[in-house]
């Protein structure tokens, strides 16, 4: 039990490390940049989704298909393979409708 218990606690520290050294590396950043001039930015785009319009299945279907074929290491599943299976997911667009509130 006593493994145990020092097992729990240097994963505890483990993670106080981690935090620390989050820490001071947000505080590393930040003095570095911290006498860079601000940029001029003239305008900014505002963007807003405001309205929600329902889709169907096969909109969602061609949107799928017409993606590029672009996957990286963060993705949970290849590109490739969600376009295979493409006709087997559409159908859950009314899932995500759903979820929203907005189409009942």
């Known amino acids: 039990m006593g493994e145990e218990n020092n097992q729990n606690n240097h994963g505890t520290h483990c993670a106080d490390d ?12 930040r003095q570095s940049i911290s006498t860079t001039p601000k940029q001029d930015i003239p305008t ?10 329902p889709v169907t ?28 299976f493409r006709r ?4 859950y667009s009314s899932m995500f409708h759903s979820s929203l509130g907005v189409f009942q």
Not at 18 to 29: L, P
Not at 44 to 53: E, F, L, R, V
Not at 57 to 84: F, R
């Open 44 to 53: 900014t785009a505002s963007h807003s989704m405001d309205a929600w319009g």
């Open 18 to 29: 981690f935090a620390q050294f989050f820490a001071d590396k947000v505080d590393s950043v």
């Open 57 to 84: 299945a096969s909109e969602v279907e061609k949107m799928i298909g017409d993606a590029p074929n672009k996957t990286c290491n963060m993705d949970p599943a290849p590109t490739w393979l969600i376009k295979e």
């Open 88 to 91: 087997v997911l559409s159908p």
